[in-house]
C-alpha cells in the first residue's frame, strides 16, 4: 500500500472555484473587528513587573505584550542537530524580547480583567488561544472560529485560581510543536496587589519591601485546593489540614475579614514554600529539518488533487514556503523538562540537573520557582505540571502526593466541590497525562533528608492500545533533594552617593552546589537550600562591573547575610 497505489480510494475535493473557502489561510485580515464589550484593564502585574525593573514601563496600562513570532535554533544536547524554534516574543521585557522557549509564565490575580495586546507576524496568520480558560468567542484565539490577529488585544477575565497555558492556534500542528506556547498562572486575588505601596499619577506603582512578587497580603504564596477531604486509595476519605499548615477552609464565599475584597481572598487555599514548573516536551527533529517554515501547512492552490495541490510532494525533502507539510509522521528523538533538554537517546534514561531556578524577568517578577526541586524539611512544595508533549506521559514521585486540581480547576472547591476531591497518590504510583493537560500536586516534605528523583517517562503514543504495556521512548529524572539545608544572602546595589537596590542581576553560586537566582526590586537576593561547604557567590548584569568581582563564603551550619556588591554602570 503507498500513495500511488492505496488499499482504498477517497476521492478528494478540488478546491477549484471554492479558493474563497481558502482565503484566510493565506491572507487573513489584519484589521481588528469592533470591540464594544471592552473594558478597562485591572492587572497588576505589568506595572510590578515594571517597578522591579524587569521590564520596562507598559506601553498601554495594565496590559501585557506578546509578539508571534520569534524564530531561533537550539543546539540538540548531543550537538548533533538544530532545532528550529518559534517562539513568543515581548518587546517590553529585556529578557523575553528575542523569544524563549516556553514563553515568559503569564500570572494574573484571579478577577483582574486581562488584556494583552498581540501582534502575528514573521509570517501570519496567528491566534492565541487562552486554553482551559473561558474568554468571549472573539477573545478564544481559535482559528477560523475566531479573528486572526494582526495587531489585536485579547481581553479575559480568569475566574479559577489555578494552572492554564496558551499557544498559538493556527497552524497549531506545527506551531505549538516548535514552541509557541507559555504557562498562564492564575494567582489569588490579592496576590501582586499585596506588593503594591502606592500608585503614581503616571499610573506606574512604589512596591513595598515587605510583601514578596506574587505573595498575598500575608505575605504567603497561595493556590487553590481543599485538603480538608482527601480521597486515599483504599476510598475512604482523610482530613490533611495539618499536613499543610495555612490553609483556609472557609467557604469561598465568606466575607473578607478585612473588608478589602467582595469575599475573602484566601478562602480555599493553601500556602506553599516552593514551586516548580515542568513543562514536559518533545521534539522531532525531522519536522524541524523539512518543515522549517511557519507556513508548512498552507497548500497551494491547485486544482488537480493528488497532482498539483502539493499534497504529497515533499515526504522525504525540504518542504518550499509553499508546500504543504502533512505533519502527519511524529516521531519524537528529543526530550525537555521546561526546555532543559533530557540527555538521553530513545530507549534510555538520564536526569536534568539540579538546582534549576526560573529567572524572575520570565516569571511574571515572582522569584524562585524551580524546575529540579530543592527543599527544607517540612516545607510545602507545589508541583505544576503541563504535558506540552505530542505523546502521552507518565509521572511517578518518589514520596506521596495530594493532587489538588487538574487542568486549572482545584478539585473539590465549589463549584466542583460535590463532583470531586483531591486524592492522595502513594510514592512510586503512576500518573497518567495526555497532551494539553495541567496537574497541580502538593507534596509535605518529610522530616527526613531525600535525596531522590521523579520520573517521567514518554510514552510512544502511536502503538498504545488499551489493556497492553506501553512503550517507552525516553525517561527523564528530575531531581528532588530535601534536607535540612541553610542560605546565604545579601544586597546588591549601584555605586555612588544616590546608591539606589539593583534589580534583576543574575547571581551565581558554585561550589558543592551550583545555582543561580536574581536580585528582587529592592536588590535583595537569597541563596536558599545549602549543605555545608565553600562557595564563590558572583554576580552579573549586562552594563555593569561589580566590587568585588565575586565573594568567597564558607557556609557552615549557619546561615550567612550580608554578603553585598556595589554595581557600576559602564
Given amino acids: 500500500m503507498s500513495i500511488t497505489t492505496p488499499a482504498y480510494t477517497i476521492l478528494r475535493k478540488s478546491v477549484d472555484g471554492d479558493e474563497g473557502e ?4 493565506f491572507d487573513p485580515p489584519k484589521e481588528s473587528p469592533a470591540t464594544p464589550e471592552r473594558l478597562a484593564p485591572t492587572n497588576p502585574v505589568p506595572e510590578v513587573m515594571a517597578a522591579a525593573g524587569f521590564q520596562k514601563k507598559p506601553g498601554k496600562l495594565h496590559t501585557v505584550k506578546r509578539e508571534l513570532l520569534k524564530n531561533f535554533n537550539i543546539d540538540t544536547w548531543d550537538k548533533k542537530k538544530k532545532l528550529k524554534v518559534f517562539s ?4 517590553e521585557n529585556p529578557a523575553a524580547s528575542g523569544g524563549t522557549w516556553p514563553g515568559a509564565t503569564i500570572r494574573v490575580p484571579r478577577g483582574a480583567v486581562f488584556h494583552c495586546k498581540t501582534s502575528g507576524q514573521s509570517p501570519p496568520p496567528h491566534t492565541i488561544h487562552w486554553h482551559g480558560l473561558e474568554p468571549s468567542p472573539i477573545n478564544d484565539g481559535v482559528g477560523h472560529c475566531s479573528m486572526e490577529i494582526g495587531d489585536y488585544t485579547y481581553q479575559l477575565q480568569p475566574n479559577f485560581i489555578g494552572t492554564y497555558f496558551d499557544h498559538c492556534h493556527r497552524n497549531t500542528v506545527q506551531h505549538f510543536e516548535f514552541g509557541l506556547y507559555e504557562l498562564f498562572l492564575i494567582d489569588p486575588p490579592d496576590a501582586f496587589f499585596a506588593s503594591i505601596a502606592a500608585t503614581n499619577p503616571d499610573g506606574t506603582v512604589r512596591l513595598k519591601n515587605t510583601i514578596p512578587i506574587g505573595a498575598c497580603r500575608d505575605g504567603k504564596r497561595r493556590t487553590a485546593a481543599n485538603v480538608a477531604e482527601v480521597l486515599l486509595p483504599d476510598e475512604s476519605v482523610a482530613d490533611y489540614s495539618a499536613m499543610f499548615p495555612g490553609f483556609n477552609s472557609k467557604p469561598i464565599d465568606s466575607p473578607d475579614p478585612l473588608g478589602q475584597y ?3 481572598p484566601h ?3 493553601v500556602p506553599y514554600n516552593v514551586e516548580a514548573l515542568w513543562v514536559l516536551d518533545d521534539r522531532d527533529s ?13 497548500p497551494r492552490h491547485g486544482t488537480d488533487p493528488g497532482h498539483n495541490d502539493h499534497f504529497h510532494n515533499n515526504a522525504d525533502e525540504l518542504a518550499d514556503p509553499d508546500d504543504f507539510f502533512a505533519f502527519n509522521d511524529f516521531n519524537a528523538d528529543y526530550w525537555f523538562v521546561t526546555g532543559v533538554p533530557v540527555p538521553a537517546y530513545k530507549g534510555g534514561t538520564a536526569p536534568i540537573p539540579s538546582d534549576l531556578v526560573i529567572p524572575p524577568a520570565l516569571n511574571s517578577g515572582v522569584s524562585g520557582s524551580q524546575v529540579s526541586i530543592t527543599a527544607n524539611l517540612g516545607e510545602t512544595i507545589l508541583v505544576r505540571c503541563l504535558d506540552a508533549a505530542y505523546n502521552c506521559t507518565t509521572i511517578r514521585f518518589p514520596l506521596d502526593v495530594v493532587i489538588i486540581a ?8 465549589p463549584p466542583f466541590g460535590k463532583y470531586n476531591k483531591a486524592y492522595l497518590v502513594p510514592a512510586g504510583d503512576p500518573i497518567h497525562i495526555s497532551v494539553a493537560r495541567r496537574f497541580d500536586a502538593l507534596i509535605n516534605a518529610p522530616m527526613t533528608p531525600i535525596d531522590s528523583f521523579a520520573t517521567v517517562d514518554f510514552i510512544d503514543t502511536r502503538g498504545q492500545v488499551p489493556g ?13 533533594h530535601i534536607g535540612d539545608f541553610g542560605w546565604i544572602s545579601g544586597t546588591v546595589t549601584t555605586r555612588g552617593k544616590d546608591s539606589a537596590p539593583l534589580a534583576g542581576v543574575k547571581m551565581t553560586l558554585t561550589g558543592p552546589a551550583d545555582r543561580t537566582v536574581w536580585t528582587d526590586a529592592w536588590g535583595n537576593y537569597i541563596i536558599p537550600r545549602l549543605a555545608d561547604g565553600i562557595y564563590t557567590v558572583t554576580p552579573s548584569l549586562d552594563g555593569y562591573e561589580f566590587a568585588p ?3 568567597n563564603v564558607a557556609y557552615l551550619n549557619k546561615n550567612v547575610s550580608g554578603v553585598n556588591f556595589v554595581g557600576n554602570k559602564i
Fill in 468 to 480: 497492553e504495556t506501553e512503550s517507552v521512548l525516553v525517561t527523564a529524572r528530575i531531581p528532588i
Fill in 262 to 264: 467582595p469575599a475573602n
Fill in 22 to 25: 481558502w482565503v484566510k489561510m
Fill in 88 to 91: 513568543i516574543a515581548d518587546g
Fill in 286 to 298: 525531522v519536522w524541524s529539518e523539512l518543515a522549517s517554515n511557519a507556513k508548512a501547512t498552507y
Fill in 406 to 413: 487538574w487542568d486549572g480547576r482545584a478539585l473539590g472547591v
Fill in 549 to 551: 568581582p565575586s565573594k
Fill in 267 to 269: 478562602a480555599m487555599t
